[in-house]
């Protein structure tokens, strides 16, 4: 299986309409893989709290209706990041959208765990409630946003609906750049399972970017790992591993905790 995980750069002399027809060039050029990944909140910049309102779309609005086309033109199947999606009967969410090869619309995911501390992302928008999961043909995806690789849990429950591959599109700061590293390998490692992170490059509203997308294995081994700027990363790996390592070193089986309520004393 391939994967490319295009790291965006979000800079504000770039418009988002300018943003949206690149990047979508840019899912083209990557025929040939099975799955392209895009961070999150690429259109506005994921700390560019003053642009989500403005900025914020339907589910079937412009970024929708770009990637959609991006994905069948290239025929992958295209995580296409978040959008700061506009709900008609509801708040902001920030939503990651799921295209299959044909241009179809696989699933939508509303990030569970807001960042902000009671400020920006955490009261400007919604907190969605369903864990999502996307079945491929070779692996099913577990998606999360960003701050959800902080909750162990939510892989947890992602891994017990049936997760290989856990996708994070991410808006990361670059002064938590080692918190990013350590917490994807933490998650393959404890969930034997691949993790594919993308990133974002630039600077959104100040605040510079980790970037440093990377691919990591069931066993913690760092598969591909970008630098700084803006690039596409792009690795190749047997999602049959997961199976393999499972069985080898069963260590899910082992859980104790969180499988059934606890006895009442």
């Known amino acids: ?155 947890r429950g992602l891994v017990d609906a049936g997760a290989e591959t856990l996708v994070v599109s991410a808006g990361w700061p670059e002064r938590r750049r080692s918190h990013w590293t350590l917490l994807a390998q933490a998650r393959a490692v404890e969930n034997q399972a691949f993790v594919v992170a993308c990133g974002t490059a630039g600077t959104h509203a100040g605040v510079p970017q980790a970037g440093h997308s990377i691919v990591v294995d069931p066993w913690g081994e760092v598969l591909a790992r970008a630098g700084a700027d803006e690039e596409v990363l792009t690795a190749e790996f047997d999602p049959g591993k997961v199976a393999t390592t499972r069985e080898q070193f069963p260590a899910l089986k082992d859980r104790m905790l969180g499988l059934q309520p606890p006895r009442r004393p």
């Open 1 to 155: 299986m391939r994967a490319s995980v295009i790291q965006i750069a979000v800079n504000e002399d770039e418009s988002v309409e300018a943003r949206r027809r690149r990047v979508a060039a840019m899912v083209r050029e990557q025929a040939g893989s099975d799955l392209v990944v895009l961070p999150e909140l690429w259109t506005t910049g994921a700390f560019a709290y003053e642009a989500f309102g403005r900025e914020a779309e339907p589910l079937e609005g412009p970024t929708y209706e770009a990637m959609a086309k991006a994905a069948s033109d290239a025929g992958v199947w295209l995580h296409a990041g978040s959008i700061p999606e506009r709900d008609p009967d509801g708040p902001l969410y920030n939503t990651s959208l799921v295209f299959s090869p044909s241009g179809d619309l696989a699933a939508a995911y509303r990030k569970i765990h807001r960042f902000g501390f009671d400020k920006g992302e955490a009261v400007l928008m919604g907190a969605g409630t369903e864990l999502v999961t996307v079945r491929l043909p070779a692996t099913t995806l577990g998606l999360s946003t960003c701050y959800d690789l902080r909750f162990p849990e939510l892989f």
